[in-house]
């Protein structure tokens, strides 16, 4: 079925580089994205979102970026830190269900220091 | 403001016995989520509430598991009979709800569930 798509991919990145997460999503109906990090053994904390009709939208050391063209979504995050490591997720909603998520798998973020 | 507090934080039953999971949502806020969490499926939507009342349990997996939410500050999750195929990590979230997407989901530290 259709899903928001990441197979858990491992990043490793150094303390102070930039990090960017991918997510594809496959529904042209979706209208609301978000994303999650999640610290072991923690639930998901919100980290940013973005509606359909934004391509971009800038939080603290965070940036996420739309492409609805080909359905891609993008976490950036500057001058990464050890505590940014996590897994990172992208979710959805569509149709104008707001209330309804639907996760990607994930990605892990290794900082290195 | 404490957040989502679920409980147990860990839980380990036998097959076939009853297991009831609790969470307290954020004050104020007026929908519950309930999701499960496994390497294989990733992170599930169970069900959802909105002013106490279920909206939608089209992700209950199956008639063992129930939900209730008696009242805006407490909901219940329970398998009965419990299987080993349910052990998991179940995560509570609330919400003001998403009309100009502006508050988002706030999840608790979840319940992890071991079913031997």
């Known amino acids: 079925g259709e899903s928001v798509g990441l197979h858990l991919p491992t990043l490793s990145v150094q303390e102070g580089d930039n990090s960017i997460i991918n997510c594809a999503y496959s529904?042209?109906?979706?209208?609301?994205f978000i994303w999650y990090k999640q610290e072991s053994g923690k639930g998901p904390q919100f980290i940013i979102d973005?509606?359909?009709?934004?391509d971009k939208r800038q939080g603290q050391r965070v940036t996420v970026l739309l492409n609805k063209t080909v359905k891609h979504l993008s976490l950036q995050i500057a001058a990464t830190q050890p505590g940014d490591s996590a897994v990172y997720f992208c979710?959805?909603?569509?149709?104008?269900?707001?209330?309804?998520?639907?996760f990607g798998s994930g990605t892990k973020l290794n900082v290195k220091p | 403001d404490a957040g989502v507090i679920q409980s147990p934080r860990h839980e380990v039953t036998e097959m076939g016995q009853e297991v009831t999971l609790r969470c307290k949502p954020i004050?104020?806020?007026?929908?519950l989520f309930w999701y499960r969490q496994t390497m294989m499926r990733g992170l599930e939507l169970l069900i959802y509430?909105?002013?106490?009342?279920?909206?939608?349990d089209s992700g209950m997996p199956e008639d063992r598991f129930s939900a209730k939410m008696p009242n805006a500050s407490f909901s219940t999750l329970k398998i009965q009979p419990s299987e080993p195929r349910d052990s998991a990590v179940y995560f509570c979230?609330?919400?003001?709800?998403?009309?100009?997407?502006?508050?988002?989901?706030?999840f608790g530290p979840g319940t992890r569930l071991t079913v031997l």
């Open positions: 509430f909105n002013n106490n009342v279920p909206i939608d």
């Open positions: 529904n042209s109906a979706s209208d609301y």
């Open positions: 979710a959805e909603t569509r149709e104008g269900n707001f209330n309804k998520f639907y």
């Open positions: 004050s104020g806020h007026d929908y």
């Open positions: 979230a609330s919400s003001h709800g998403i009309n100009s997407a502006t508050d988002t989901q706030y």
């Open positions: 973005i509606r359909s009709n934004m």
